[in-house]
């Protein structure tokens, strides 16, 4: 008979044993994440306004958003660092018990500070839980871009998922506010006890010292300069990454120039959550069969053909674009995944660089509201509304051409190194 097979070499010490689909665990519990705090995501607005005034609401509400936004950009390298040094899995465990610490805490005294506590905290974790959910896919696929984008993929499409099953159940609720944050709090709970079947993913001989020095509220800067290819692709993230921070501009542009009224509105709002979760289902399976390269320039052309339909300021045009360019929310995947791939090839922490693009995004959503709405306002006096779209074309015209240069790039440093 023949010799038997020799047994497997030794784990390193420290390392996590393997396992089928690393992704999987990782998925339902950013599902029952999302699910807890989607829940409550249209809550506060309504509460605050009605206990406080439209006009002391809006500016608590006002506040908050950009507090938390503020706190994301400062804390978010640091965090990045803070992951590379204790692991990934006791970020997930502070992020989901921390929600359900404040909506418990809701729950039992609904008060006005509470409720603006309860946002604040939820506004501010989201972006700290995917920096740590990034950083683990990051780890166990880097070496295999089309896998990592594909878990990627299948992370957006759950995240969409339990966004819009969680808005849509929360009109199910029991009334009152306790009921509410109650059982808002009890699903985060579930997810904490998700997070904590989650395989780390950091093992003891890659971990670093924690350096306070990380803290650096422009830390995205350090993406343009660790190599051309890396400037390339953060540059492609920005232009693809900008049009999702419209904040309420699109959905004003619905409610003034379409006369929409606020049921046709939230069907439209969950059309793009559906779609969400379509292309990016089907956008991994797609990466694996056409390669990044070609399907980063087919999401984006469907983008493109999504915002002309907006443009033209029809709103059947612009369902039916939509329709047609179903592709577009998965753009996002070609540049995300290439930049794990060229930040392992460089040696970069992937808590660093995960800190460093979730200070990126935070300063979009800063950045993107402010231009967005700027350029509605002048393009209404001027007579000209869908400038907001507009731009949208002209950005991701500029990502279609530059997604060719910046992928090609990394292809050739990965290729030469």
């Known amino acids: 008979p023949p010799p038997p097979p020799p ?5 390193p010490a420290g390392a996590p044993p393997a396992v089928e689909n690393p992704a999987r665990p990782l998925q339902l519990t950013a599902f029952v994440f999302v699910l807890g705090l989607s829940l409550v995501t249209l809550t506060p607005a ?19 958003t950009t507090g938390s ?44 500070p509470l409720i603006a506590l309860s946002k604040l905290v939820s506004s501010l974790v989201v972006g700290i839980f995917f920096l740590a959910a990034g950083a683990i896919l990051a780890d166990r696929l880097r070496d295999d871009p089309a896998k990592l984008a594909a878990a990627s993929g299948s992370l957006f499409a759950v995240v969409n998922g339990g966004f819009g099953v969680g808005i849509a159940a929360s009109e199910l609720l029991p009334s009152g506010l306790r009921w509410r944050y109650g059982i808002s709090a009890l699903i985060s709970l579930l997810g904490f006890g998700l997070a904590a079947r989650v395989r780390e993913s950091l093992s003891d001989e890659d971990r670093l010292p924690f350096e306070v020095r990380s803290f650096n509220p422009f830390a995205f800067t350090r993406l343009f300069f660790m190599s051309r290819a890396m400037s390339l692709l953060a540059l492609l993230s920005v232009l693809t990454l900008l049009p999702i921070f419209m904040g309420d501009t699109l959905q004003v542009f619905a409610l003034t120039q379409w006369q ?38 087919i999401a984006t052309m469907s983008t493109l053909l999504f915002w002309i339909g907006f443009s033209s300021g029809r709103v059947r045009v612009a369902v039916a674009c939509a329709a ?36 990126m995004m935070a300063w979009l959503k800063v950045l993107g509201p402010l231009g967005y709405g700027t ?43």
Not at 379 to 408: D, E, H, K, R
Request: charged share 10%; proline share 6%; with cysteine.
């Open 375 to 417: 350029l509605y306002v002048r393009g209404v006096q001027a007579g000209v509304p869908t400038a907001p779209f507009i731009a949208n074309v002209a950005l991701t015209f500029a990502s279609l051409v530059l997604g060719f240069y910046a992928l090609s790039a990394a292809a050739r440093a990965a290729k030469e190194s």
């Open 46 to 64: 309504k509460e605050v306004t009605t206990r406080m005034g439209t006009e002391a609401g809006m500016r608590l509400l006002t506040l908050l």
């Open 324 to 359: 047609v360019g179903l592709l577009g929310p998965a753009r996002t995947l070609g540049a995300t995944t290439v930049m794990t791939t060229e930040g392992a090839r460089l040696g970069v922490p992937q808590g660093q660089l995960s800190g460093d693009r979730a200070n």
């Open 7 to 11: 047994p497997p070499p030794p784990l």
């Open 69 to 112: 936004a503020a706190a994301e950009i400062a804390f978010s390298p640091l965090v990045g660092s803070l992951t590379d040094s204790v692991g990934r899995k006791p970020v997930l465990l502070v992020t989901c018990f921390s929600v359900f610490a404040v909506n418990l805490a809701t729950a039992v005294w609904p008060t006005v």
């Open 260 to 297: 929409l009224t606020m049921p046709q509105v939230s069907q439209l709002f969950t059309g793009v959550a559906v779609s969400g979760v379509i292309a990016n289902v089907v956008g991994g399976r797609l990466i694996r069969a056409l390669g990044l390269q070609l399907f980063t320039a």
